[in-house]
């Protein structure tokens, strides 16, 4: 298996079944990449249980649950239980585990799974989000390696490191891709940020 990066929906079979269900409900794959607002929630929702046959035909693959997953989240529209617990389990590390030699994809992988199970978890319709892009610090990709216990990623991971005194520790924090509205006001309490 080859993967580009270790990005959701960054596979070439991932793509490939992102494109042939937008076309399926009469949306351009290269308009969506240059503005995913086209993508709305009504179009998905319309079009579901064409898209929910498309993942059903490719049973054994994990590829149309993630790209299925990441048109719902992007498009904030209504995921049904039954399909949240498909999409969650795809995406389960324990899918990959043992498949990848370089320890840094690892991982990110990992990182780019959890966000990705986690916002498909909490889903609310309505609610628009997209997977977690990791951002690399000074041109390098180790903050999430070596500095990773001074990273938080995610919302839930945040709400956590709050509760300990972990949080006074965090260097990084990555909440991107959650729709806040607002920047939580203990960040800006936090000295070594």
Not at 158 to 185: A, Q
Request: aromatic share 10%; hydrophobic share 35%.
């Amino acid at each position: 298996m080859a993967r580009g990066s270790a990005k959701i929906l960054d596979d070439d079979e991932e793509i490939d079944t992102a494109y042939f269900m937008l076309r399926a409900i009469g949306l351009d794959y290269d308009e969506f990449c240059d503005d995913e607002r086209i993508l709305t929630r009504k179009n998905v929702e319309k079009n579901l249980h064409v898209l929910k046959k498309m993942v059903d035909n490719r049973s054994r693959r994990r590829a149309p649950y993630f790209a299925l997953g990441y048109l719902i989240l992007v498009s904030g529209a209504l995921l049904p239980e039954d399909l949240r617990d498909e999409i969650i389990d795809a995406a389960g590390w324990e899918h990959e585990e043992g498949m990848w030699l370089d320890k840094g994809f690892v991982a990110e992988r990992k990182i780019y799974l959890e966000d990705f199970r986690e916002k498909i978890r909490i889903h609310q319709p309505g609610q628009k989000q997209r997977p977690v892009k990791l951002i690399y610090v000074n041109g390098g990709n180790d903050v999430y390696t070596k500095d990773r216990k001074y990273t938080v990623i995610g919302l839930t991971e945040y709400l956590k490191s709050c509760e300990t005194s972990r949080i006074h520790n965090v260097k990084y924090i990555l909440l991107e891709g959650w729709g806040l509205k607002s920047i939580p006001k203990e960040i800006f309490e936090l000295s070594e940020l």
